[in-house]
């Protein structure tokens, strides 16, 4: 199975400097469920500190968002033309 990426903004706590970040989903979702705290990390200083209230709602929403286009893209179970049609007026 493929191992989804979420990638969203986050400020580095030293130097304020923006960058994206990468989580994998199914980690972002168990915390978000079991309200664990997020491990962050920011490159630039090498730093790793735990989410704080307003990045934990970000994230969310970033959460969110991955799951309603991966529901986008997912085929479709059934097909419209498949459906067997209702028979149509039968003659007398
Ligand atoms: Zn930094």
């Known amino acids: 199975m493929r191992i989804q990426w ?13 960058f994206l970040s990468a989580l994998r989903v199914a980690e972002v979702n168990a915390a ?25 709602q970000q994230i969310r929403q970033y959460a969110h968002a991955v799951q309603f286009a991966a529901r ?15 028979p149509s007026a039968i003659d007398p």
């Open 6 to 18: 979420m990638k969203f903004p986050v400020t580095c706590p030293t130097c304020g400097q923006e």
């Open 32 to 56: 978000l469920r079991s309200s664990k705290p997020l491990e962050l990390y920011a490159s630039c200083h090498d730093q790793r500190w735990s989410a704080a209230d307003h990045e934990v």
């Open 72 to 86: 986008q893209l997912a085929p479709p179970i059934a097909s419209l033309s498949d459906t067997t049609s209702f």
